[in-house]
Each structure stands twice: as structure tokens, then as C-alpha cells.
């Protein structure tokens, strides 16, 4: 069944070619694409073929790729730049990595398209340093494609030449975000700056700047060499093309989907992720990373694309997918995250560095058992002002994963507060073991896992946890082999 | 400009299209409150790092809130500012900061001259309803200049925009991420172990407590009330033109007769002035300059007043050591005066002498510990304590300042000419100098001693003035940024000048990071230049070499200009240092 609804665009040479080897790519029709927009096409043709192919930007934003190339185009310099935004730092997303390491060149060859669009000479790949193998790949494809033409002066016996160099980011999640990757090329500190101006306008070094994501490059040669309408005839009304997903957390079957546009997240889940791990039931799923929101069961069957995201609380963003099962508790959940994005805010605005913070902590003093009804209300409305009022994509999302769950899952927030419970049994501070003196034979396990050793007992005797030393770390429990141990 | 036309609070107004919203509703008289923001025009200083959040307000058709400093009106825009959606991210903002910040605000140094503190009260803060942890950073005490407390900061960004545009110093850059974000140098260094010029412009521009001047308040207290110490007190010329600010006087205000006799009765031996000492300078300078035109030296000559600058071009030039002059800074020259010829002629210690600058600076601090500026292991200056401290000084003394009469300087180290004066701008070293090289090479008293060309706070200006059939080209510079710019022309062999004035701040001295707090509003230094000239065209003297107690100084104790002892006195060398 996965293998009819899957369709590869993007990911269409991973796992086919050798990405080492620069013939394979060409045996797959590799640089036709370049040769012909460059020999047949004007840059405004070409940027005419991206604007009808309704293309949108696989990073994230869903801003149309053509569309963003025009106001490139039109903005006259001597000297512009095409980036290629190949810093990837969703946890658990890894679409670009395996692009640029299954098919780097189909990235080099969309770049020079890009340039020959907008009239740029120069692009560069902002690579994280974590992504090694991308990295060393990259560099494969680079020289091999300069050794026959492919990039470099006078492409296709044209007068344009297209270079491309590699900058290596530090991995700091915000530098995804276009301006503050283009201060991190510069080698300033990687934070962004109010927009506009767009780097359309003035971008790397103040220059007209295009910048791509890896995903939505490398649609581009497909693009060109089957049209326009043949792209345009996948997906839904407003998106178009595939969407490539990093299908994660509980469900059978992980790793990468290509999908079209508008298959449901019931397809994803239940058909090619197989259903959920252990039988389990199926709670949520959280789309769009760190910016993202939870989306429950009620929404399995939504065609999946940019708007219908947006408009259950979450969004399509660079394509993570986690699956949640009944155990997961999304309180905690929307606390994982908002510790990662207080860790990434670059801590440049007030609303983002101390406001996000301040909902973290909320979030910790409610899995602490400390929750109060004010705190709810906090929650919600901080949340709204830092969403209205941060400076970039990084803070105006982060409180995303705590609004969504407290629309889809309030009763779990209430069950922290009011009856200082967690239901999914997560947070430890609300979770309780205790011994069934009924079950127990005394085969004394428990004691053994137990690390603070805070259960006695006597062999073939009912044990008992001593509550004021338990850590609740769960070892017993898992240790246990007669039930007998039960977690409140 | 093309105009276009926008909507504020149901207002319409043209306004030139390169106006931010901020910018457009000033026009109408509505104002949005700021943080982070800051623009010095004239100095051409600007920080729109619309990092705070505060200038929030709504604009028609647009998603999420904007920040009014850095969005730019376009055509049929729609504003409201005063919403209550805005207005309540906009307390939002102020309360975020205020938990984490201390609630020190009664012994805070920055008490009622705070801008975070003075948002609050006008947006109505009377409780902060989001609280948790707080910032807690060492402090760092380790230069004589500057105090930095990050518990305190906003990260407006205000400072690195002067340390890293406008001065080009590059001392100051947000470090670390989220909340642990703060604002230092590299690698977390103390400001003593940086290039730090420490000319204070990143404290001028601070809206917090977070950079302050280092004190010397209380020092100075304990050394005019040890009855074994002789207390003498120089006044720079800067301060006088700002001091009255901070007693709630019109800018621009001349007080030097107030200060004058405020300063006595704070309970100082003998209160001088560093004007004497500046037209001390010049005959040296000026005696310097002439030798090396006459005599095939290095040409230009820069100034070397600045503390600030001397620190810049050690660190920044090396290779250009020996272009500046070698004479002191009128301060130090007078410090060392004080402490040998003043000290031979009424008969005192000169351990006992106690020799405080009050100084519109904070590089003069760190001056002041310089070990070469010391004569018997005695440093030439003490204390320097800024416009700022000289006026808590004076307000805890309980002086009503406004009140005093208009008191003289004591005699022999307090007469000045209108040429000493100027020093404390832009331009007036430079126009001192001319007004006796002028008149030693032509041999003749001139008239024409006001030149104008030299004036106004263009940051790079060039003139030059014909000595008898000698062209003398003259540039100058203020802000570090564009004395960065000058030198690298010379280096670079691409400018030619005979003579270059450099001040380290926008607007020369009386824009000085000791000076009272500007706030964003360069209209103040301006007024501040005007009350200067006015100041000088105003003495009877205006021309350091017509100075009596100089000439006296030399014909009594140094012997010639620029001669023997006056080189051992007043000139110093310049130390090559690291790029950190």
C-alpha cells in the first residue's frame, strides 16, 4: 500500500545513484535541466516555470519559490547571491541531510538554475558541521561537477558562470532563519534582524539574496525538465508537489515519506508507518518541529498542506513528524520543546529570550506537582502576546507546541493542576508506585533495580516502597515481572 | 523625498517615505514609547536592533505586532499605536524585563536617570505578573573606566552599536544564547584585558545601570577630609557647558563661575583650571608642531589629548607611533605641574598633594593610572571624577547649585584663554593650535583667529589656512570610527595633512561618556558646542601663548618651549599593544 501513495520528487535519486559519482546523476537526466534553462529559457521564463509550478518553500515558511526569485530578479546589483539553507535542526528531522548525501548534485544544479534566474554568480550552502558525510559529499559533487563545466564560467557555452562554496554553521537552530544566516555567513553573530528589508533586497553583504531551502531545490530540476503543469497537477489546491516527512516516535515503521500534497496524516500514520508501536492507541501527532503544534486523532483525515496545518494550530514546517501514542503525556511534551526553543532563541528579543523562558517555567512548576489555576491563564496569554510580538519565525512559533496541546489536551493540563495528576504517568513528580500486596511473591527484583534502595522487604514476602525516598525513576516497575507494581 | 501617506490613530499625515512609524507619529505628537532604541542624528549613531519590543503597535493587514522604530511607512499604511492589544504587549515587554532585573532601584546608581525605570512608571507597571529566574553575572570592576553589571542589562544593544559602528572598536558583542544571552567581550574577558579604548560611549548610551562609570565619589570624600592632604581640584573645559544639566538647568548653560565656587565649598584647597593646563598644551604642541615643519620631521602631527584615542591608536596602529605628538594630556600636564613646580614655589609635599580631575571622560580615568604618567612614583593625577559624579558630589553636600554666586578659579594654575576652552570640542584643539603657530611663524598678533571652516560635527572635516605663503592642511576627526577612517587614509598614503585633531567621542569632549546623559537627543551636544564658542569669544584672551601664568610657568621653572625640561615634563611615549 506505501508504495502507491509514496511519490519521489525530491528524493527521487536517494538511494538510487552513487552520489559520488556525477555520471549517475547525469544518466538520471542530471544538469539537463540546468543545460536547458540556460540555452532555451530566459531567466524570466525560468522564473515563469517556478511561479506556475506553485512550488513554496519546503523550510518552513511555504513562501512560493518563484515568487521570491522575481523580487530577486527585479532588484538591480552588479553582484547577487543564491544560499542554499542546508542548516537542518528540527529534532528528528533529517529530509535535507539525506538529500545532500543521496543526491547533492540535484542541490548544485537547482543553485545554478537560481542564479541564471535572478542573475546571481555566487551561491553558497550553509551546511551544520554536524552533517560530516553531507559535507564531505558536497565537496565530491562540487569538484566533480567544476572538473566537467557543470558549475563554474561560461555554463553551457553561455556567458553565465555560477560558483559554489560551502559555509559551515555551528548548529544553532536559529541560523535557519534567512537573516540570521546571512549574518552567520558574514561571520557576525547568528541572530536575525527585523525584515524588511528582505535579503531579496539587501541580503548577503547587503546584496540581492535568494535564499532555498534544500528540499525546495532540489524540486527544481524536475520541474523544469517535466513542466510546470505536470508539477502543478500533484497536491491540492494551494500546495503543489510532494512534501518529504521524517516519520518518527511511535509508530512501526520510521524514517522518510515522500508524499503528495493533501494525503491525509491517517495515510501516513496507519499505511506506510504501519500503525502505532505495541498495539497502543494513537493520541497525537506533531507536525512542524519545535515551531509546530500536536494535532489529535480528530484530524487524522485532513489532507495534509500548508493551510489545513495552519488551521488546526500547527504547520508544515521542514516536515518533521512524531507520532504520539496513549502514553505520552503533552504536557510534558509541550515542555520538551519549549526547553528546546529557549535553548535556540538566539536571545536577542525581550519576548522571546525572557517571555519563552517565563512559559517554561510554568510548564515546569505544572509537571512539578506545583500548578496553579492562574498558571493556566498564564499560559494562554503570554503565549498570544509572544507570538504577536517576537521578532522572528523562532519566537513567534515557539509557544505553538504548548497552545495547541492546551486546545486539543486541557483536560491533561487541568488533571496536573487541579488533581496533580499526570495521566500518561510522566512526570515523575505526579506519578506514584506502589507495591500490590497481593501480587507480590518477594522475589525481591524491585529491591535489586531500585538505584536509591527505598524498597524493603523480606524474600517471599509482599516489599514496600518507601514513598519519601522514591525518585520515581520507574526501575521497579520495569523490573517487576508479576504486575505487581502499579503506577499512579 | 517622495512623500506618501499614512493613517496614525485616525490621523492623516505625508511624511517622507524614508520615515520609520516612529518617526511619522512624532510628527503628529504621538508618542510611542522606546527601549532599545537610539538615534543620534548628527552624530549619525543609530541602533535599530528592534530587539526590546516595547514600540509595538498595530499596522493594518499585518499579521503580528511591529516594531515602530525599525518599520518604514509605505503607502495608504494603516497605524494605531495606542490599542489595547499593543499597549498590553507592550507592559507585557517592560514586565518581562523587570523579572529579570533587580529591584534595586533605590541604591541603584542609575536612579531616576534610568530609562527602563522611567518606561514603567509611564506605562503603569505596578506588578510584574510574570516572575522567575533571574540573571546573576559577576560584576566586572576590572577597569579604572568602566563598571559592568549584567544583571542589569536589556540587551537594547545600544553599546555594541557604539563600540562596534560607531567607535569600531569591537570590544562589546552578544554572547551565549536564549536566556543566558549578555552583552561582553570575547571569550568573557574583563574589559581591563581588552582594547578597550574605554572612552565610555557604550555608558553614555546605556538606559540601564548595566555600564556605569567606575566612582571615585567616595575616594575623593576621604581625601578632602584627611586634614594631612592638600586637595587640588582641575575642572576640564567640557564641564562646564553640561554640569547645569544635571541641576535641571537649560542646555547649554554656562556654570564655570557656579562650579567654581560650588567645587570650593565641597571643601577643595585650591580649585584650577585644566584650561590653563590646555594652553599649556598648545605652546608645547604648537612649539612640537613648528619643529617638525621646520625641521623635516614626521608630518602630520596628530593631537594627543584624547586618552581614548592614544589607547585606540596603540592598539589599532602600531606602526604609526610616531606620528601623534608626545605631549600629555592637559590634565596630566597639569597634574605634573602641580606636583613639582606648584609644590616648589608655596613649599608643599607633593606626597601630600592630592590632585583630582573633574572630567567630562571616563578614558581619563584610566589615564590617570597610566605608570609612565608619574614623576617619583608619584602619579601626576589621583582621582578623575566625571560631570555626573561632580554633581552627586555636590547634591550630597547639599549645595544648591543653581543659587551660587559666580566665583573665580585660584591663581597661579587657573588662568585660561579662550583657545584652552575650545579644547573641549570638536575642532578647537586643532583651532587653538592654529591661533599660536599662526602667530609664532608670521611673527605677527593676528586678528582673524576664528575658524569656521574647522567647526560643526561633520564627523571628518578638512580645512586648510595659509601661513604666510604655507599651505597647512588640517583634518579632523571625532568618533573613533571615523579617526579610523582618516588614519588609514595616511596610512595608505591616499591623505596628506599637516596637523590632525582627533577626539575619541561624537562631538569631541562635551560629548564624553562622563558627561551628563544625553538620552538619545544630540540637540543637547550641539548646544553644548554653541555654549563653548560662546564661552570663548567671550575672554579678553583667546590665544594660549598670551596665557600670563604660562608664560611665567616657562620663564620660572620649564625654561624654553619644547625645551629640555618641558620635554622631561610634559611629553610622554606610546606603547605598542595587542589586537584582543
Known sequence: MSGKIQLRIALRNCGVIDPENILEYIARDGYMALGKVVTEMTPEETINTLKESGLRGRGGGGFPTGLKLEFASKNKSDVKYIICNADEGDPGAFMDRSILEGDPHAVLEAMAICGYAIGAQEGFIYIRAEYPLAIERLNIAIEQAYERGLIGKKLFGSDFSFDIKLKYGAGAFVCGEETALINSIEGLRGEPHFKPPYPAEKGLWNKPTTVNNVETLANIPTIINKGAKWF???????????????????????????????????????????????????????????????????????????????????????????????????????????????????????????GNKRLFEILEKITNGDGEAEDLKKLKELGDIIKDTSLCGLGQTAPNPILSTMKYFYDEYEAHVFDKTCPAGICSSLTKYEIDKEKCIGCTLCAKACPVSCISGKVREPHEIEQDKCIKCGACYKACKFDAITKS | ???????????????????????????????????????LHDLKAVNRSASCRVCVVEVEGRGTLAPSCSTYVSEDMIIKTNTPRAIKARRTMVELLLSDHPKDCLTCSKNQQCELQSLAAELGVRHIKYTGEESHYELDTSSYSIVRNLDKCVLCRRCETMCNEVQTCGILSGIDRGFETVVGPAFGLPMIDTMCTF???????????????????????????????????????????????????????????????????????????????????????????????????????????????????????????????????????????????????????????????????????????????STNGLQHVDYVIDTRETAKMIKEAGICFRDLPDEDFDKPLGESTGAGVIFGTTGGVIEAVLRTACDWLTGESLEAIDYHQLRGLEGIREGSVMIGDMEIKIGIAHGLGNARKLLEAIRDGKAEYHAIEIMACPGGCIGGGGQPYHKGDSEIIKKRAEAIYREDAGKTKRKSHENTDVLELYKNYLGEFYGEKAKELLHTDYTKRELI
Request: charged share 20%; with cysteine.
Open chain 1, 232 to 354: 502543478s497537477s500533484i497536491g491540492t489546491k494551494t500546495s503543489k508537489g510532494t512534501k518529504v516527512f521524517a516519520l518518527a516516535g511511535n509508530v512501526k515503521k520510521v524514517g522518510l515519506v515522500e508524499v503528495p500534497m493533501g494525503t491525509t496524516l491517517r495515510e501516513i500514520v496507519f499505511d506506510i508507518g504501519d500503525g502505532i508501536e505495541g498495539g497502543k492507541e494513537f493520541k497525537a501527532v506533531q507536525t512542524g518541529g519545535p515551531s509546530g503544534g500536536c494535532i489529535p486523532a480528530q484530524f487524522l483525515d485532513i489532507p495534509i498542506d500548508y493551510e489545513s496545518l495552519k488551521s488546526i494550530g500547527s504547520m508544515m514546517g521542514s516536515g518533521g513528524m512524531i507520532i504520539m501514542d496513549e502514553d505520552t503525556c503533552m504536557v510534558d511534551i509541550a515542555k520538551y520543546y519549549l526547553d528546546f526553543t529557549t535553548d535556540e532563541s538566539c536571545g536577542k528579543c525581550t519576548a522571546c529570550r525572557i
Open chain 2, 199 to 373: 572612552c565610555g560611549q557604550c555608558v553614555a548610551v546605556c538606559p540601564t545601570a548595566a555600564l556605569t562609570e567606575a566612582s571615585n565619589v567616595r575616594q575623593v570624600w576621604d581625601e578632602i577630609n584627611d586634614p594631612d592632604k592638600y586637595v587640588v581640584v582641575q575642572t576640564a573645559p567640557a564641564v562646564r557647558v553640561a554640569l547645569g544639566e544635571e541641576f535641571g538647568m537649560e542646555v547649554g548653560t554656562i556654570v564655570t563661575g557656579k562650579m567654581t565656587a560650588a567645587l570650593r565649598r565641597l571643601g577643595f584647597d585650591q580649585i584650577f583650571d585644566t584650561d590653563f593646563a590646555a594652553d599649556l598644551t598648545i605652546v608645547e604642541e604648537a612649539s612640537e608642531f613648528i619643529h617638525r615643519v621646520q625641521h623635516g620631521g614626521r608630518l602630520p602631527i596628530l593631537t594627543s589629548c584624547c586618552p581614548a584615542w592614544v589607547k585606540f591608536f596603540e592598539h589599532q596602529f602600531p606602526d604609526l607611533l610616531d606620528i601623534p605628538s608626545t605631549c600629555k594630556s592637559p590634565h596630566e600636564m597639569f597634574g605634573v605641574v602641580t606636583k613639582t613646580y606648584y609644590a616648589e614655589k608655596f613649599n608643599i609635599d607633593p606626597a601630600k598633594i592630592v590632585v583630582v580631575s573633574v572630567m567630562p571622560c571616563l578614558a581619563k580615568k584610566y589615564e590617570a593610572a597610566r605608570p609612565e604618567l
Open chain 2, 1 to 39: 523625498m517622495k512623500k506618501v501617506n499614512v493613517i496614525i490613530n485616525d490621523q492623516k499625515i505625508s511624511v517622507p517615505a524614508n520615515y520609520t512609524v516612529l518617526e511619522a507619529a512624532k510628527e503628529i505628537n504621538v508618542e510611542i514609547p522606546t527601549l532599545c532604541h537610539l538615534n
